[in-house]
């Protein structure tokens, strides 16, 4: 069964570093998207990709965040410069169509910063 | 805006025990609703969606959940439940129009069912 895979499964850096995480999502979904979740918190929409463009957002997505789909089976997250607060597992979803389709997430990435 | 409640962050319960997680959700325009699944050490998944028709829906494996519009609620049953069934599970709020996809979901904190021998 096809699904969404996410390296690395847990990032440990250092604040103020760079980091990428890395989603391949499912081959043939155009839609492509970051939740995350801080411990004991919900999970949290952050940005949502198709066309090779970000087609929504929210608030938390600030400038300190993009997203790229580098080749044509890679989707990426960049965190420019890591805060503590940035500490969350992170989740990449895809799906076929925006109308009426499922959503599939993959596994996260557990991003510590410290 | 929207927004999720799961009161209960932990449920108990005995195998073979009927259980209900609930969920409410707050929207002043119509919603589409979900209940996810996490199982240990893996993703999300989706166990059931509400959009339109009939309010019961059900999952493959014995859950079911009812749309209640009057009480804004979304509660997740199963008459017995099973060890497999430990797991974590949010409920999710998608405000209508933006078609049910993962655009904009709005999550609850989640609830850890737990299923004691």
């Known amino acids: 069964e096809p699904e969404v895979t996410q390296t690395p499964s847990h990032q440990v850096t250092q604040m103020g570093q760079e980091v990428i995480l890395r989603c391949v999502p499912i081959?043939?979904?155009?839609?492509f998207y970051w939740y995350r979740q801080i411990l004991g918190q919900k999970v949290e929409f952050l940005v949502s990709f198709y066309n090779n463009e970000i087609s929504e957002k929210s608030e938390i997505f600030d400038d300190q965040f993009s997203v790229e789909r580098p080749d044509g089976s890679n989707f990426t997250l960049k965190i420019r410069s890591t805060k503590l607060e940035d500490s969350a597992m992170y989740f990449c979803?895809?799906?076929?169509?925006?109308?009426?389709?499922?959503?599939?997430f993959g596994q996260g990435t557990r991003l510590t910063v410290v | 805006a929207q927004s999720v409640t799961q009161l209960d962050s932990q449920v108990p319960v005995f195998e073979e025990a009927p259980v209900e997680l609930r969920c409410n959700y707050s929207s002043s325009v119509s919603v589409y609703l979900f209940w996810y699944v996490q199982y240990p050490n893996q993703g999300l998944q989706l166990l059931l969606k509400?959009?339109?028709?009939?309010?019961l829906v059900e999952s493959i494996n014995g859950f079911e959940a009812e749309f209640n519009k009057s009480q804004t609620s979304f509660h997740l049953r199963k008459p017995s439940v099973h060890i497999s069934d430990t797991a974590e599970y949010f409920c999710a709020v998608s405000v209508g129009g933006s078609g049910g996809g993962a655009d904009g979901l709005t999550f609850g904190k989640g609830t850890h069912l737990i299923i004691q021998p």
């Open positions: 509400y959009l339109s028709g009939s309010t």
């Open positions: 081959s043939n979904h155009l839609y």
């Open positions: 979803a895809s799906s076929e169509g925006q109308l009426f389709t499922e959503a599939f």
